[in-house]
């Protein structure tokens, strides 16, 4: 047993090694810690039709971003993603408060000069939680479909500030803030001893 573990460790050593002399993806998916892009700084832009009021509703969510990412090799072209593009429409059932949506995105990953170097397509749901002093946060998650990193599971995170005068006046027509973007996938894991 002890024999067992020993060599258990001695391997993830050597594979953990591996992923950080040489981060590309390739070798990453070779030891089983799949990395996929990593955005932490972006702004989303988010426009509802009908207007949010304070009533839950039917509506078209439309959404565009940018994102600045971590640079990460692309193998097969020698580039590095190095910031994300987001599209998204989708229905939803929001109101200024609660809400919940179903969303198609497209992400366009591009390199230092804003070339495409890759496209993903991911299915995701979307909940809205409102915290206290009128901030948005919406969680999306989902997995991708189409493109690269296909399999892996992405969470897109927008903070945006709710204007309560604007539910009451109309409605909110569209809204922005702060958003990252990072996509993964969970490690194999190691077999029972």
Partial sequence: MRKRTRALMVAGGLAL?????NPSVAQAQ????????????????????????????PTTVTMTGE????????????NE????????????????VLGGATARFTVIWQDENSATVGTSVFEGRAVVNTKPGGIAETVATGRIVEGDFLGYQVENTYVGLANPLECLSGGVKSSGGQSSLTVNKLPLSLPSA
């Fill in 67 to 78: 994102f600045t990412c971590i640079p990460l090799p692309v193998v097969a072209s020698g």
């Fill in 30 to 57: 070779d030891v089983g810690l799949e990395l996929g892009p990593t955005c932490l700084q972006g702004d989303l832009n988010v426009g509802y039709d009908p207007p949010l009021t304070l009533h839950t509703q």
């Fill in 81 to 96: 993603i190095r910031k994300a593009r987001l599209e998204a429409h989708g229905q939803a059932n929001y109101g200024c």
């Fill in 17 to 21: 090694g591996a992923v950080m002399t």
